[in-house]
């Protein structure tokens, strides 16, 4: 069966820092992949997608950059992180190509706290 | 994506079936409907969709209505684990990767003992 982790699990880190969480799936080949971020009391927001290795689409502009190195690895990046750029950080899978109306299966998230 | 309306909170006595509606009179002929939940500070779980026809997992069923304007999402036998918040989601999903789900405010279903 397919399976997602993403690490951290938390992150306390200051305002100037660099971040980088990562994201893995196993149990499928080839899936597209999603970074979300969840802000307190409010709904998803896409941030990153992509749908093969070195293939990221931006949904919104932003301090955070993504990128996949593997089939199967997700990483999501800053150089600098804003106060701004807290919140629940969600990675999501779904299976690609010509099937429609897969669903998304997502992460645990990391919780990323700025300081 | 076509809106989607569902109660803010329901209560549900563990062991009992909780039936949770969602209304989407705006849906379109080509949009499935998706639900998924939420556990405090854990990522969603997809739980189940469907388009017109009734469905049925391991998890949960979903009744869609003939004229597609709303459903039921019914977990046969809550335990107080399935307490979270249900979100229910209107929407084609074209598989090219595009395709950024929105939650709306859901509905918290409380299990109780």
């Known amino acids: 069966s397919q399976t997602i982790h993403q690490w951290p699990a938390t992150l306390v880190q200051p305002v100037g820092s660099p971040l980088s969480l990562e994201c893995t799936v196993e149990?499928?080949?080839?899936?597209?992949l999603y970074w979300y971020r969840q802000a307190a009391g409010r709904g998803l927001q896409l941030l990153f997608y992509?749908?093969?290795?070195?293939?990221i689409s931006s949904e919104v502009p932003q301090n955070l950059s993504a990128s996949r190195p593997q089939d199967r690895q997700f990483i999501l990046s800053s150089k600098k992180l804003l106060l701004s750029d807290s919140g629940f950080y969600l990675c999501?899978?779904?299976?690609?190509?010509?099937?429609?109306?897969?669903?998304?299966?997502f992460g645990d998230g990391t919780r990323l706290s700025i300081l | 994506d076509a809106k989607t309306t569902q109660p803010t909170s329901m209560d549900c006595a563990e062991g009992r079936a909780a039936n949770l509606p969602c209304n989407h009179s705006?849906?379109?002929?080509?949009?499935?409907v998706y639900w998924y939940r939420q556990i405090h500070s854990q990522g969603p779980q997809y739980i189940i969709h469907?388009?017109?026809n009734n469905e049925t997992n391991e998890m949960a069923s979903l009744i869609i209505t003939e004229d597609r304007k709303s459903s039921t999402l019914i977990l046969p036998h809550a335990t107080l684990r399935d307490t979270a918040v249900y979100y229910c989601?209107?929407?084609?999903?074209?598989?090219?990767?595009?395709?950024?789900?929105?939650f709306g405010k859901g509905t918290h279903l409380i299990i109780q003992p």
């Open positions: 999501a899978w779904s299976v690609s190509g010509t099937v429609v109306n897969q669903p998304q299966h």
């Open positions: 149990g499928t080949s080839n899936p597209n």
């Open positions: 992509s749908v093969g290795i070195g293939q």
């Open positions: 705006t849906i379109s002929g080509n949009e499935y």
């Open positions: 469907g388009l017109k």
């Open positions: 989601i209107v929407r084609v999903v074209s598989g090219g990767g595009a395709d950024g789900l929105t």
